[in-house]
């Protein structure tokens, strides 16, 4: 597998020609984004708008120099995301497109329009055929699959599902439509733990499925309902919800892959990537809230590579010193400590594993500091 080039730049800044916008529009050049589309196309600047509640998402004024890069390139930008599975403030169109505006992403902050990628309920999706391990097919909001071109703008932070996410679930989860995401979903089997639930209820109201019941002041979950979101488990304040095998999730990790790969079919050459390792959370950005960033803030990478920004990501965050008082445990606080691993004992690294097996990239890289 050839070696791909990911470019990496600090926060270091003393200077204007150091700041936050040209340190983006310096990566963009160096990693030749702009070669990813061509004058007059739709580009799809996909991004994550934070859940209302939350504050670690990425700050809409870094994408807007995006959609000013691509746009001085003759590119037509937009702005997307697809709904989420769960309840909450992004589940269909109208309050996504509101939470997108009061977190920012809104002419005259971001000089682009805000476009829902699965439409108003999540139904909106092109089925794309790609044959492999565990999926057949992969549902992929129409937005992603009629646009000319692709500029993943993500976020890097932990996960329950994956370990850390970066530009692979910002891609494969992210632009599944909401049966997309339900497929990627359902090999959870989240479980209560009575001695902790405290019967308050509120995993029941955000249950999609219906699938919880109060009974005898404890919460139940009935496995023949229950979609495996995991919307229960963020939301219980007791921590009375086992993931069950939600922890170590290969199964996820490659359907998320398949995604990727189908999202990139017919593709490859009209993708490009922009990683951002600040406020590294243990949780993404669907919560409605955010926890204290584990380590400090590390830079910003870019890449054509989908597969290497995502490892020299993961290897750039485990090299940090880890934050005390945080909930990276005493054990992992040391640089070189597999922090992914240790926030929340999920091995990350078969997404990475079979995304190169498919082709997708190669774990191998140089980095390149711009």
């Known amino acids: 597998m050839a070696v791909s080039e990911v470019y990496f730049s600090d926060l270091r800044a003393d200077r204007e020609s150091m700041n936050m916008p040209n340190k983006i529009a310096k990566l963009f050049k160096a990693a030749k984004l702009g070669e990813a589309f061509n004058k007059g196309e739709l580009v799809a600047i996909k991004t994550h708008f934070g859940e209302p509640g939350s504050h670690t998402f990425l700050r809409p004024q870094y994408a807007a120099k995006v959609v000013e890069l691509v746009g001085k390139k003759g590119g037509k930008p937009f702005l997307t995301d697809s709904n989420t599975l769960y309840i909450g403030g992004r589940t269909n169109a109208v309050d996504h497109l509101t939470t997108a505006a009061r977190h920012g992403y809104v002419f005259p902050v971001v000089n682009a329009p805000v476009v829902i990628a699965d439409g108003l309920t999540g139904r909106d999706h092109a089925e794309i055929r790609v044959d492999l391990r565990h999926c057949k097919t992969v549902k992929v909001g129409s937005a992603a699959v009629h646009a000319d071109a692709i500029i993943c703008v993500s976020?890097?932070?932990?996960?329950?599902?994956?370990?850390?996410?970066?530009?692979?679930?910002?891609?494969?989860?992210?632009?599944?439509?909401?049966?997309?995401?339900?497929?990627?979903?359902?090999?959870?089997?989240?479980?209560?733990?009575?001695?902790?639930?405290?019967?308050?209820?509120?995993?029941?109201?955000?249950?999609?499925?219906?699938?919880?019941?109060?009974?005898?002041?404890?919460?139940?979950?009935?496995?023949?309902?229950?979609?495996?979101?995991?919307?229960?488990?963020?939301?219980?304040?007791?921590?009375?919800?086992?993931?069950?095998?939600?922890?170590?999730?290969?199964?996820?990790?490659?359907?998320?892959?398949?995604?990727?790969?189908?999202?990139?079919?017919?593709?490859?050459?009209?993708?490009?990537?922009?990683?951002?390792?600040?406020?590294?959370?243990?949780?993404?950005?669907?919560?409605?809230?955010?926890?204290?960033?584990?380590?400090?803030?590390?830079?910003?990478?870019?890449?054509?590579?989908?597969?290497?920004?995502?490892?020299?990501?993961?290897?750039?965050?485990?090299?940090?010193?880890?934050?005390?008082?945080?909930?990276?445990?005493?054990?992992?606080?040391?640089?070189?400590?597999?922090?992914?691993?240790?926030?929340?004992?999920?091995?990350?690294?078969?997404?990475?594993?079979?995304?190169?097996?498919?082709?997708?990239?190669?774990?191998?890289?140089?980095?390149?500091?711009?």
């Open 155 to 370: 976020h890097v932070k932990g996960h329950i599902m994956t370990g850390f996410g970066g530009a692979m679930k910002n891609l494969g989860m992210g632009f599944g439509s909401r049966a997309g995401k339900l497929e990627m979903h359902t090999d959870f089997t989240p479980k209560v733990k009575e001695d902790a639930c405290k019967g308050c209820g509120l995993c029941i109201r955000h249950c999609p499925a219906k699938a919880i019941a109060l009974r005898s002041e404890k919460a139940r979950i009935d496995p023949r309902k229950c979609i495996g979101c995991g919307e229960c488990f963020i939301t219980c304040y007791n921590q009375a919800i086992d993931p069950g095998e939600w922890s170590g999730n290969q199964l996820g990790q490659e359907k998320i892959v398949e995604y990727c790969f189908g999202i990139m079919k017919g593709k490859k050459n009209k993708m490009g990537f922009i990683s951002f390792i600040m406020d590294f959370t243990p949780l993404c950005d669907c919560p409605s809230w955010s926890d204290r960033p584990v380590i400090p803030d590390v830079g910003i990478l870019a890449s054509r590579d989908i597969v290497s920004i995502d490892q020299a990501a993961a290897d750039l965050v485990n090299a940090q010193a880890g934050i005390e008082g945080t909930k990276l445990d005493v054990e992992f606080l040391a640089p070189g400590k597999d922090k992914i691993q240790g926030l929340n004992k999920v091995d990350w690294q078969p997404q990475l594993r079979y995304a190169e097996e498919l082709g997708l990239g190669s774990r191998k890289y140089q980095l390149i500091k711009v």
